[in-house]
């Protein structure tokens, strides 16, 4: 297993700025995802951070809304750019052992005003 | 295409009783499935993988390629099991279904 922190766990934001979360485990890790989890929602894959690549997007997630960096096997940021109150949601990150399985991050909750 | 499907947004028993949350999944390839669980404030942890085939807090779940299902059973439901419960194809969530287990 993994142990994962977030930070922020949570911010208030004005329309049209950015914010960026950074996601840390405590032990070297190859997979990590970033996820979004909107009210009442599921979560959906944003895109997957493997070290030493470009990041994944998922459909109707881009780079430029959601630039991603992984400098190293234990950290992580994801920036919400240029944010409207849609962006307001939960946004998680978790990172994957080789067989798959997922260890989550608390997440950061971010509100868009 | 990958896709999880859970009809189930909302199911509801009584302690005791036994319990399946529903999972249909779509993939052309050799699936990766899992069930994840969200208790009340906390954070989401991993239940059950299918290739593990073992049992976790009294739940199983068996992966049925002809239906393309993987759905999570527990004969004897108890009131902490009430929380949300999402299977996931590799990085992929379904909707989630939300157990109340009634006293």
Known sequence: SAVISQKPSRDICQRGTSLTIQCQVDSQVTMMFWYRQQPGQSLTLIATANQGSEATYESGFVIDKFPISRPNLTFSTLTVSNMSPEDSSIYLCSVATGNLEQYFGPGTRLTVT | ?103
């Open chain 2, 1 to 103: 295409a990958q896709r999880v499907t859970q009809p189930e947004k909302l199911l509801s028993v009584f302690k005791g009783a036994p319990v399946e949350l529903k999972c249909n999944y779509s993939y052309s390839g050799s699936p990766e499935l899992f069930w994840y669980v969200q208790y009340s404030r906390q954070r989401l942890q991993l239940l059950l993988r299918h290739i593990s085939r073992e049992s976790i807090k009294g739940f199983t779940a068996d992966l049925n390629k002809g239906e393309t299902s993987f759905h999570l059973k527990k004969p004897f439901a108890q009131e902490e099991d009430s929380a949300m419960y999402y299977c996931a194809l590799r990085a992929r969530f379904g909707a989630g279904t939300r157990l109340t287990v009634k006293p």
